[in-house]
């Protein structure tokens, strides 16, 4: 592994490439943060693939891509005067040490803040330099350290104002009721046994089943959304990832569906001339072939 100047070398040396881009490329020279939202969106999905696949080449090559994005964003920042690479480094190291109160940042080096509304006080935490101790609690396991995260976030300036308002808007709905439900959890909103969330789950069926008896879209789309919501929840508490989870059924399916097609065309035959039972026996023999 490298060293930390190797690795400030490298980060510069993509600061010198990106730099040199915007001035000499005719596609980098007219970007904008909104041109470029969309090919950043496209960029983190391309690493979370590579993330749930466990490969390491592609998880490189995609960090890379998103890191460009955040180097090419705060270039943009100091064209307009308003931020570099050096304050949104500087803010993220403050931001987390800030969150981290249980941390004796005194200890084991020379610590510091750029912000100069904050200080190290004489227990080691970040502090508003109107302020004196955040937390006297030091966490001992991980769900301990998010309880106490949502809890300082609350006491920063400028930060989120109520405990569900740093849930983006924009996230796909599945992770968005995921993180929902954890920011909840973090301030003690949550079931106290896994298992007391079934009930609600079933509750939740029963009455989508009742709306779509009766026909009425609008209320079974609502009851659907519920339902969705308790079977999330369920995931949640049984320390699964939904998202994850769907993606592989997801990819399941494409890689069944696609041994049936690709078994149909060797036999010169299409879907509309093939029963299906003849579909189920080829969707069955997919699946042995994966065990």
Not at 164 to 191: E, H, T
Request: charged share 35%; net charge negative.
């Amino acid at each position: 592994m490298h060293t930390k100047e190797e690795k400030l070398e490298a980060f510069g040396r993509l600061l010198d490439v990106q730099d040199r881009l915007r001035q000499e490329c005719p596609w980098d020279r007219k970007q904008t943060t909104e041109s470029l939202r969309p090919n950043t969106i496209e960029e983190v999905y391309e690493l979370c693939d590579a993330l749930l696949n466990h490969d390491t080449q592609d998880t490189m090559k995609e960090l890379g891509d998103v890191l460009e994005h955040i180097v090419f964003y705060a270039l943009m920042g100091s064209e307009s005067a308003d931020f570099d690479i050096a304050d949104v480094c500087n803010q993220q190291a403050d931001k987390l040490m800030f969150r981290h109160p249980f941390i004796n940042w005194n200890e084991a080096g020379n610590w510091t803040v750029s912000n100069p509304d904050m200080k190290i006080n004489g227990r080691g935490q970040v502090v508003y330099r109107s302020e004196e101790v955040i937390s006297e609690d030091h966490p001992e396991t991980a769900s301990e350290v998010e309880m106490t995260w949502e809890q300082v976030k609350q006491k920063e300036k400028g930060g989120n104002k109520t405990v569900l308002s740093g849930v983006p808007n924009s996230l796909p709905s599945m992770i968005k009721a995921y993180r929902i439900q954890d920011k909840a959890r973090n301030v003690g909103f949550d079931w106290k046994r896994p298992e007391d969330v079934w009930a609600k789950v079933r509750e939740e069926l029963g009455e989508l089943e009742m709306e779509l008896k009766k026909q009425d879209s609008g209320k079974a789309t609502q009851e659907l959304g519920d339902f969705l919501f308790s079977v999330i929840n369920a995931a949640r508490l049984y320390k699964l990832n939904p998202d994850n989870a769907l993606e592989l059924t997801n990819q399941k399916f494409i890689r069944r569906f696609e041994f049936i097609e690709e078994t149909l065309k060797e036999k010169h035959k299409s879907f509309n001339d093939t029963s299906l039972e003849e579909m189920d026996k080829l969707w069955n023999e997919a699946k042995q072939n994966e065990k």
